[in-house]
């Protein structure tokens, strides 16, 4: 099982749309969750961090289960700005550190009008 | 809008050509990352200096020199690359990830696009 698992996409979605990610991590001993974006030939941003049970921010909303190892990330009324692919991101504690961050593959967002 | 400057934004070098890249960063962060980033795929790190110390090599090449010569600045020093070396080179900062305390969020630089002709 690779480590930090996305669906690839791409996602097309309409202008206003809702749409939700999922990634899957295999470290159960893993703590810290976030989620970036990244622009075509950009750097990553990050977009939210997910800490505990969740969190949202505007139209962004990030859910952790720390049981089934799985975070997600909704996006409300999508905007024609919101087209990135974002990138699942999990730390693995490694050596009695928290280790370093791990990148999903990332999934990939167009939104169209 | 980042506080992670890199440059030189692109860079074109032969094999036999040695160069740097340069990374600053303003946030008082003593976390510095080098990451590699190849088209459609994640980033990769390559190396972690905590307060200037090289804490993580993920068994790169030696022909990548990384030096931390203060706690604003990393750089990357390149030699006799090869064309797969080819990508974008990422540097990230963020606040010490100590052993016990929560990894903190890393924030990125623009990159430096390299091509190794």
Same mark, same amino acid.
């Given at each position: 099982?690779?480590?930090?698992e996305?669906?690839?996409?791409p996602?097309?979605?309409?202008e =206003?749309?809702?749409?939700?990610f999922?990634?899957?991590?295999? @470290?159960? *001993? &893993? !703590?810290?969750?976030?989620?970036?974006?990244? /622009?075509?030939?950009?750097?990553?941003?990050?977009?939210?961090?997910?800490?505990?049970? =969740?969190?949202?921010?505007?139209?962004?909303?990030?859910?952790l @289960?720390? *049981? &089934? !190892?799985?975070?997600s990330?909704?996006?409300? /009324?999508?905007?024609l700005?919101?087209?990135?692919?974002?990138?699942?991101?999990?730390?693995?504690?490694?050596?009695?550190?928290?280790?370093?961050?791990?990148?999903?593959?990332?999934?990939?967002?167009?939104?169209?009008? | 809008?980042?506080?992670?400057?890199?440059?030189?934004?692109?860079?074109?070098?032969?094999?036999?050509?040695?160069?740097?890249?340069?990374?600053?960063?303003?946030?008082?962060?003593?976390?510095?990352?080098?990451?590699?980033?190849?088209?459609?795929?994640?980033?990769?790190?390559?190396?972690?200096?905590?307060?200037?110390?090289?804490?993580?090599?993920?068994?790169?090449?030696?022909?990548?020199?990384?030096?931390?010569?203060?706690?604003?600045?990393?750089?990357?020093?390149?030699?006799?690359?090869?064309?797969?070396?080819?990508?974008l080179?990422?540097?990230?900062?963020?606040q010490?990830?100590?052993?016990?305390?929560?990894?903190?969020?890393?924030?990125?630089?623009?990159?430096?696009?390299?091509?190794?002709?």
């Amino acid at each position: 099982r690779k480590e930090v698992e996305q669906d690839p996409g791409p996602f097309n979605v309409p202008e =206003g749309a809702t749409v939700a990610f999922n990634c899957t991590y295999s @470290n159960s *001993a &893993s !703590q810290s969750f976030f989620w970036y974006r990244q /622009d075509c030939r950009k750097e990553p941003k990050l977009l939210m961090s997910v800490y505990s049970s =969740g969190n949202e921010d505007g139209r962004f909303t990030a859910q952790l @289960n720390r *049981a &089934s !190892q799985y975070i997600s990330l909704l996006i409300r /009324d999508s905007k024609l700005s919101d087209s990135a692919t974002y990138l699942c991101v999990v730390n693995t504690p490694y050596g009695g550190s928290q280790g370093n961050l791990i990148f999903g593959k990332g999934t990939k967002l167009s939104v169209k009008p | 809008d980042t506080e992670v400057t890199q440059t030189p934004k692109h860079l074109v070098m032969g094999m036999t050509n040695k160069k740097s890249l340069k990374c600053e960063q303003h946030m008082g962060h003593r976390a510095m990352y080098w990451y590699k980033q190849k088209a459609k795929k994640p980033p990769e790190l390559m190396f972690v200096y905590s307060y200037e110390k090289l804490s993580i090599n993920e068994s790169v090449p030696s022909r990548f020199s990384p030096e931390c010569p203060n706690s604003s600045l990393l750089n990357l020093h390149l030699h006799a690359l090869q064309p797969e070396d080819s990508a974008l080179y990422l540097c990230a900062s963020s606040q010490d990830s100590l052993a016990g305390v929560l990894p903190y969020e890393q924030y990125f630089g623009p990159g430096t696009r390299l091509t190794v002709t």
